[in-house]
């Protein structure tokens, strides 16, 4: 199984300010896709970004971007301008193209809170 | 986007009675959809994964007997929570699946047996 690691717990940032959520994962596929969910107060999951392994350049959404290294198995979430609807539980999740069966695997989850 | 849906949102039951969650893709099939439980500040962990016309695969430590799921249609799958007991109370969501990686989930259900 694939094993998906978020070492912080919880994480808190200043309204404006940049921060950057890690991720590490372990997996002996070359061809994968990974994620950063996130999960506000509402419980409602949204994606918030996605990298294909093949893909050597970072994924941007606006404020988000990755820091994704495939050698280091690293895959790290940055979030610039922080705003007040930032505050939510973030988690990082692993997909290997799999028909049929479970395929996504999260971490444990990054606490973040925007301080105003 | 995709979206899936869930009914009902919150629900609440007395010990020993059931309940049925449906989860539906409102503008996609989805051969597979997944179930999952969320304890308070934890991860989603995933209960069964169900495809269209067969019988749903459970994660270990996943009573079947308990926790029906039937994937009736594209659409439309449902989990029942049988015989249901006070530590059955939690935050459930499910997901589906469009293609190979793309995977959506519903806003979630909390259950709470009284």
């Known amino acids: 199984a694939q094993t998906v690691t978020q070492s912080q717990p919880e994480m808190s940032v200043q309204e404006a300010e940049t921060v950057t959520l890690s991720c590490t994962y372990d997996?002996?596929?070359?061809?994968?896709?990974l994620f950063w969910y996130k999960q506000p107060p509402s419980r409602q999951m949204i994606l918030v970004i996605r990298q294909e392994a093949y893909k050597q350049q970072n994924a941007t959404e606006n404020r988000f971007s990755v820091n994704f290294q495939k050698a280091a198995k690293s895959f790290s979430l940055k979030i610039s301008d922080s705003q007040l609807g930032d505050t939510a539980m973030y988690f990082c999740?692993?997909?290997?193209?799999?028909?049929?069966?479970?395929?996504?695997?999260f971490g444990t989850g990054t606490r973040l809170t925007v301080i105003p | 986007g995709a979206v899936v849906s869930q009914h009902p949102s919150r629900v609440i039951c007395k010990s020993g009675t059931s309940v049925k969650i449906e989860c539906r893709s409102l503008d996609f099939q989805a051969t597979t959809m997944f179930w999952y439980r969320q304890f308070p500040k934890q991860s989603l962990m995933l209960m069964a994964t169900s495809n269209e016309g067969s019988k749903a695969t459970y994660e270990q430590g996943v009573e079947k007997d308990k926790f029906l799921i039937n994937h009736a249609s594209l659409t439309l799958s449902t989990l029942t929570v049988t015989s249901a007991h006070p530590e059955d109370s939690s935050f459930y969501i499910c997901?589906?699946?469009?293609?190979?990686?793309?995977?959506?989930f519903g806003p979630g259900t909390r259950l709470t047996v009284t």
């Open positions: 997996t002996s596929e070359n061809n994968y896709y």
């Open positions: 999740a692993f997909m290997k193209p799999l028909a049929g069966a479970n395929n996504l695997f």
């Open positions: 997901s589906a699946r469009q293609g190979p990686y793309e995977q959506y």
